[in-house]
Every structure is written in structure tokens, then in C-alpha cells.
């Protein structure tokens, strides 16, 4: 498989195929980072519909003094952020509402149970400290990744991310184990990072 960078020049170069070959490549990240910001994923493809063509449109102006998986991230994070200024929050009472399930998934149930608070909690996190959490544990990003899709320097986008940990152990104490609710490569670096 070639790198993305001679992909991109192929792209440059009038080849369809080529970026037709990048969306491939990094649509369903895109989809994840954009489901995390929002919530929603009628609006995270809407996003990620909108920050490929953006992507396409300028396509010339891209250099290539980034990773091109950086880049198209970075217009994929403003994009998100642009709708979610405009998104409203709907807020369910968790009190009125009826759940019935099955006794025999109570296990599944319970630990899809703790998915949702756990997911809750990353959601109210500030949007930065949030983002840095999902780009590092969901994207595998490193920090330096991280810097350059939220514009900021290497040191913030690790502050970032240890205090959105920092803030989820404190709310889900003992509580929860987050490391039930990661990806098994993060485990080892959570405990490496805190």
C-alpha cells in the first residue's frame, strides 16, 4: 500500500481514484471522531461527508508539512465543532424512563449499563480535554498527532489528555474500571502515562 503523502500527489496530480483511495483509507476514523464530538451519527456523517469534500476542494493547498491523516482530521474537528455550536442538547430523564430487558443478558446488560455512564462522563468533559482523550485512546494518536489537529502545542495536548483522565477517575472513583471500557493496546499506556 503507497503512503498517503504519494497518494495525495497522485490526487494533486487529477487522479479521482487516488482520493477516492484516501476516503477509503481514514472515512471510518473520521467517523469515530466525529461521533464523539457529537453524539449523533446522522450529523457525524453529514460531517464527515462535508470535511472529505472540504478536504477535496483544497486539496492544492495542502503541503504536506503535516501527515495528511492530520490534516484531514484537523478540518474534520472544526467542521464538528462548527455543528455542534449549532446542536441543541437533548436531555433524557433517566427517572421516567422504562427499561425492560431480558434476565438472561443481565450481565450484558450491566456492562452496556456501564458503557453509558462511562460515555456520559467522557461527554461532559470540556471539549479539548475530551477530544485529546478520544484522539489518543480511540484514533491511537500520538501527542504530537494530537498537537497538530487541535492546534496546539505538544505539552497542552497531553495536559489535555492526563486531565480528562485525571477528571474520569475522580468522578468514576472505584466505582468503575475504565480499563474494561478501552481498547486492550491503550491499557498498557494508560498505566505507563498516569
Request: hydrophobic share 40%.
Amino acid at each position: 500500500m503507497e503512503a498517503d503523502h504519494i497518494v495525495v500527489e497522485r490526487a494533486k496530480n487529477g487522479d479521482i481514484r487516488a482520493f477516492s483511495e484516501l476516503v477509503l483509507r481514514h472515512q471510518k476514523s473520521l467517523l469515530r471522531l466525529a461521533y464523539r464530538v457529537l453524539g449523533d451519527l446522522e450529523m457525524a456523517q453529514d460531517v464527515v461527508q462535508e470535511s472529505l469534500m472540504k478536504a477535496y476542494q483544497k486539496l492544492d493547498s495542502f503541503e504536506g508539512r503535516s501527515a495528511f491523516k492530520s490534516w484531514v482530521y484537523q478540518i474534520t474537528l472544526n467542521t464538528a465543532k462548527n455543528k455542534l455550536r449549532g446542536k441543541r442538547p437533548e436531555l433524557v430523564d433517566v427517572e421516567k424512563t422504562n427499561i425492560v430487558y431480558d434476565f438472561d443478558f443481565e450481565d450484558e446488560i450491566l456492562n452496556q449499563d456501564l458503557k453509558i455512564i462511562v460515555r456520559a462522563e467522557v461527554d461532559k468533559l470540556p471539549l479539548k480535554q475530551r477530544t485529546a482523550l478520544n484522539l489518543r485512546i480511540f484514533e491511537d494518536m500520538s501527542f504530537a498527532e494530537i498537537a497538530e489537529v487541535m492546534h496546539c502545542p505538544y505539552d497542552t495536548a497531553k495536559a489535555n489528555y492526563r486531565h480528562a483522565l485525571m477528571k474520569l477517575r475522580h468522578t468514576l472513583g472505584d466505582q468503575v474500571s475504565l480499563k474494561a471500557f478501552l481498547p486492550d493496546n491503550i491499557n498498557e499506556q494508560l498505566e505507563a502515562e498516569a
